[in-house]
């Protein structure tokens, strides 16, 4: 079976931004659900939107390697910020994932560390090396956690001593996606813009107002990573 590349996106503004930014794709169907294709550089992507949550992501992904013999993953949408250097609609390449909510300490597991696999999920770093060239946005490094909350001010309280330093942001699927790739074994790469701050009020707000602006950044530092033009017309 052929390779192909495995764009992976949670939500219709993600999905839109990105094929707004490609333009020439073609429409597919895959295992039921709607894809995009699209062929650069004689490799093959293929574009998904999958669910919101880890679950949901997990269960999604799994079952597209039933039926997908996938390359690589490269994970793309927004986040909320945790380091407060940061500014909105920066990108962040994540260095490597992981969970906030995973608490199995008790058994002398590290926290976030879920049994039988590490606690952080390197993402593939020769490949975000030898590309970062192309990327002429600005963009930073560093570890993102998921969790199964839209966090905000109220709530963040209750996971913020959990926060490492390296964590740059927090969402709802990354880590997902970085355990099913592990235990596939396929390389996987994740890209996160930032729509909001978790220790702001109205959060919610501030992510609706910039959803657009952040999803196309994410998508740009994808299309740029791979070595696209990038197409904004």
Do not use: W
């Not at 993953?73 to 609609?89: A, E």
């Not at 996971?159 to 880590?175: D, F, Y």
């Not at 592990?182 to 992510?207: A, G, M, W």
Request: aromatic share 10%.
């Amino acid at each position: 079976m052929e390779t192909i590349n495995l764009v992976l996106v949670a939500m219709d503004s993600e999905l839109d931004a990105l094929l707004h930014t490609i333009k020439e794709y073609k429409v597919t169907n895959v295992n039921n659900e709607k894809g995009y294709e699209f062929t650069f550089e004689k490799e093959k992507y293929l574009i998904m939107m999958g669910k919101i949550g880890k679950v949901h992501t997990a269960f999604f992904l799994g079952q597209l390697s039933k039926c997908v013999n996938i390359k690589r993953v490269f994970n793309l949408g927004t986040s909320g910020g945790l380091n407060k250097d940061l500014s909105l609609d920066e990108v962040i390449i994540a260095s490597k994932v992981g969970y906030y909510d995973v608490d199995v300490t008790s058994f002398g597991y590290a926290y976030g560390q879920v049994p039988g696999c590490p606690k952080y999920y390197e993402c593939d770093e020769d490949y975000i090396e030898s590309h970062l060239k192309n990327v002429l946005l600005p963009y930073r490094r560093g570890i993102v956690v998921s969790g199964d909350k839209f966090v905000n001010k109220n709530n963040f309280v209750d996971i913020k001593g959990l926060i490492e330093p390296e964590m740059q942001c927090i969402e709802m699927e990354s880590g997902a996606v970085g355990q099913v790739c592990y235990l596939l074994k396929v390389p996987f790469i994740v890209i996160r813009s930032i729509s909001d701050f978790v220790f702001e009020n109205e959060n919610f707000q501030t992510h609706n107002d910039n959803v657009e602006s952040s999803t196309t950044n994410s998508a740009l530092v994808f299309l740029s990573l791979i070595g696209m033009k990038q197409n904004l017309n």
